[in-house]
């Protein structure tokens, strides 16, 4: 049975889900539609996955924030994790395709990095399923998923060599190609976005791995998290994004 919590037992909680992180998902999903409705291109479609992965995690996040059952809530948090930390992959090939090209960067060739990149995501499950290594949420948590180090550390250490970090490495090669100085300054604005939901991806890493240290500090960070996301979100879309509806 499938209980619920009573909203006055964590306010804080409920507005950093649904207030917080709700204006991020429905920003996100904004500029998804802008993106697609010019233009349905294969560049479009995985600039916007970029945003739709992120919104399809976090409405998972919506699901589980008022539920008070530990398997629902791991199956959902499961989830959520997916949708918002495979997102970086989209980027990942949509830098490749812009350094090197379609015809270089294939069909095959972006299906093999998103289905690697998934099972990188999947394996996600086992540290899910052993509470010691994973993931850990009860009465005792409030019912707030807490991260336990390995699970943190796979995390982090993963999301950063095969999505951060290349990310980055392309997005600078990408820049030092560009001779017209209008397309480098957009450019620009692209990276400072990229900078600026690092801090909210980062911040959803430390926020639950410290709540397992019994350190709380998920209103300060989703705060943070909310204005990081919007305007990381908006640069990208202006740096990126607005010359993709063309």
């Not at 306010?11 to 429905?26: D, E, F, S």
């Not at 945003?51 to 959520?80: D, K, Q, R, W």
């Not at 699970?151 to 560009?178: A, H, M, Q, R, T």
Request: net charge positive; hydrophobic share 55%; proline share 3%.
């Amino acid at each position: 049975m499938v209980l619920f919590q009573d909203p006055l037992d964590n306010p804080m909680r409920i507005i950093t889900i649904y207030v917080a992180q709700g204006l991020v998902c429905a920003w996100f999903a904004y500029l998804a539609y802008k993106i697609l409705k010019r233009d349905r291109k294969r560049l479009n479609v995985i600039f916007s996955g970029f945003y739709i992965s992120a919104v399809i995690g976090l409405i998972f996040n919506f699901i589980y924030g008022p539920i008070a059952h530990e398997g629902t809530i791991l199956v959902l948090s499961y989830l959520t994790y997916f949708g918002v930390f495979y997102s970086p992959v989209f980027l990942v090939v949509f830098d490749l395709i812009l350094l090197k090209s379609e015809k270089v960067i294939t069909s095959f060739k972006q299906w093999l990095i998103f289905i690697a990149f998934g099972i990188f995501m999947a394996c996600m499950i086992f540290f899910i399923l052993n509470l010691d290594w994973g993931v850990r949420v009860n009465e005792d948590t409030e019912w707030s998923p807490e991260w336990q180090l390995p699970f943190f550390l796979y995390v982090i250490i993963g999301e950063s060599l095969f999505g951060i970090i290349p990310i980055l490495y392309l997005s600078f090669l990408i820049y030092n190609k560009f001779e017209d100085e209008q397309l480098k300054r957009k450019w620009k604005y692209f990276i400072f976005g990229f900078f600026a939901l690092i801090i909210f991806l980062y911040g959803i890493f430390i926020t639950n791995f410290l709540a397992s240290r019994g350190i709380n500090v998920r209103t300060a960070l989703g705060a943070i998290g909310l204005i990081s996301g919007i305007i990381g979100g908006y640069l990208m879309y202006n740096g990126v994004g607005r010359q993709l509806e063309k």
